[in-house]
């Protein structure tokens, strides 16, 4: 078990000291406007110029929701797995890993929000694009079946670019198996609440992430299936400027809740409160009391 110590969201990039080392002003990617790193951090990560929400690595989102100190990663493979034998595939991966922390596109674990525990993933666009491939197919039904034993609520960060195409027909059947993962933990009884992020595209969304028990997406966040163009070359139509976002899904009822980053957090932690074992204790108590009275007035 590896365990990733000092969670805070002012520590992100070694606090304050930190950040004098190194640039003390970003660039917006969306409006190219120059803001100060340190308000940027303060702000989540959302642009205070034009609205923009930066793409979050795993380090930055698990810092902005695991209660700090309390995250432990889970299933941590360092192999690497090539079972189409692409060409060019295992240099890729070695060339990847050599330069990020990251050995795949998730990372697993339990942690703490706002006191209640939990099994987190949290996907990561920087590892080819969030793809899943066999690996994280197999760590995202192990996230699964460890939530089930362990009885505790899935919460998931899902980011990615789809099945990577890397590994064929096997990235594809990750779908089904991630997907049968979720339906047997929520046969059992377990909480999973699935949230979107920029950007949730291809077999990704197509399998486990629109199987949560709760949906959220993060504001204007690119979530969809194939892309808007190849869609309109299909269907020969003309797309809406807002297809494939939160607030165009919310609309058409995909999804439950689109929460601005810096709330997510706290509403994450009342719905967790809302669906603890004390709180079901109480629900089921309800009707049994209600049967009493009525029998009392008969
Ligand atoms: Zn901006």
Not at 125 to 142: L, N, P, Q
Not at 226 to 245: C, H, M, S, W, Y
Request: hydrophobic share 40%.
């Amino acid at each position: 078990m590896k365990k990733i110590k000092g969670f805070n969201r002012n520590q992100i990039n070694g606090g304050v000291k930190g950040l004098m080392s190194q640039n003390l002003f970003v660039k917006c990617k969306a409006c190219g406007g120059i803001i100060e790193r340190k308000k940027i951090i303060e702000n989540f990560y959302v642009c205070k110029l034009c609205g923009n929400y930066e793409v979050l690595d795993y380090k930055k989102r698990l810092a902005m929701i695991i209660d700090p100190d309390t995250f432990e990663e889970t299933n941590v493979y360092t192999d690497f797995c090539d079972p189409i034998k692409f060409p060019g595939y295992r240099e890729k991966h070695e060339s990847i890993v050599s330069k990020i922390d990251l050995n795949e596109a998730i990372v697993t674990g339990s942690g703490c929000i706002s006191g209640q525990k939990v099994m987190v993933g949290v996907m990561d666009i920087r590892f080819m694009m969030g793809s899943m491939g066999v690996i994280v197919g197999e760590k995202v039904t192990r996230m699964f079946e460890d939530a089930e034993k362990e009885k505790l609520p899935v919460v998931m960060f899902v980011a990615s670019g789809g099945a990577r195409m890397q590994e064929g027909i096997f990235s594809l059947m990750q779908m089904a198996k991630t997907a049968a993962a979720v339906s047997d933990f929520s046969e059992a009884g377990g909480l999973f609440i699935s949230v979107l992020t920029n950007p949730t595209t291809g077999g990704v969304s197509a399998s486990f992430a629109f199987l949560g028990d709760i949906i959220i997406a993060e504001p204007r966040a690119l979530i969809g299936f194939a892309g808007k163009r190849v869609i309109e070359q299909t269907i020969n139509e003309k797309l809406p400027d807002n297809f494939q976002t939160s607030e165009f899904l919310f609309e058409h009822g995909y999804i439950d809740l689109i929460v601005e980053r810096k709330r997510l957090k706290e509403v994450l932690g009342n719905i967790l409160k809302i669906h603890s074992k004390e709180n079901n204790k109480k629900f089921r108590q309800r009707p049994a009391a209600e049967n009493a009275s009525m029998r009392s007035e008969e």
